[in-house]
């Protein structure tokens, strides 16, 4: 991960975790596309809203942040350990039946982004489910808060996908969030699902 962006994270993960975190309705679909009890990893947990909501409904999750300040809040608000994880170091082969990383993977350089895609392909079951989300743009560049991002369009994203590895499905839907800079932002929210 880009080491300014990095730091922003560490110095704002109070912040972050102060934060009123709506309930995701895509995270709603995305635990209805798992069996009961599944194992997810959850990349870019941030304060830990995401991983309570599943972890209240019954699915096995191991939540991870880039962030070790970061880890330890949602470490604090879940009761449970936090690991701290970068996406390079995602070492794990066929153990997750859904993967969840919403707004972290956007931070990742665009020249690296298809090794990490294939880091996480290779980390799912057969059949398993992957979750990301991503400003969208057509070039990288940072924003107020001088954190980097990839900033895809749809078309560069499924070329990444393609070369990571092979899924059966691919779909991709656009929205707007609002941000930490409380501006509004155009979104790509991306699940894939791994080849059986």
């Not at 991002?149 to 691919?170: H, K, V």
């Amino acid at each position: 991960m880009d080491e300014d962006t990095l730091q922003f994270y560490r110095s704002h993960a109070q912040a972050y975790a102060e934060r009123a975190i709506a309930k995701h309705t895509r995270l709603t679909r995305f635990l209805a596309l798992l069996p009961p009890g599944a194992k997810v990893l959850e990349l870019g947990c941030g304060a830990g809203a995401a991983s309570a909501e599943m972890i209240a409904k019954g699915f096995d999750v191991e939540p991870t942040d880039g962030s070790p300040e970061m880890a330890a809040e949602a470490s604090g608000h879940l009761g449970r350990p936090v690991r701290t994880l970068l996406f390079h170091d995602i070492d794990n082969a066929d153990t997750y039946d859904g993967v969840w990383a919403n707004a972290c993977l956007l931070h990742v350089p665009r020249p690296e982004l298809s090794q990490v895609l294939t880091l996480i392909w290779r980390a799912l079951k057969p059949g398993g489910y992957f979750y990301a989300s991503f400003k969208t743009g057509d070039a990288e560049g940072r924003d107020i808060f001088n954190r980097y991002y990839n900033y895809p369009s749809a078309d560069w994203l499924r070329t990444n996908y393609a070369d990571a590895g092979s899924w059966s499905s691919i779909s991709i839907e656009t929205g707007e969030v609002m941000g930490f800079d409380n501006k509004w932002a155009p979104m790509l929210f991306v699940l894939a699902r791994k080849r059986l």
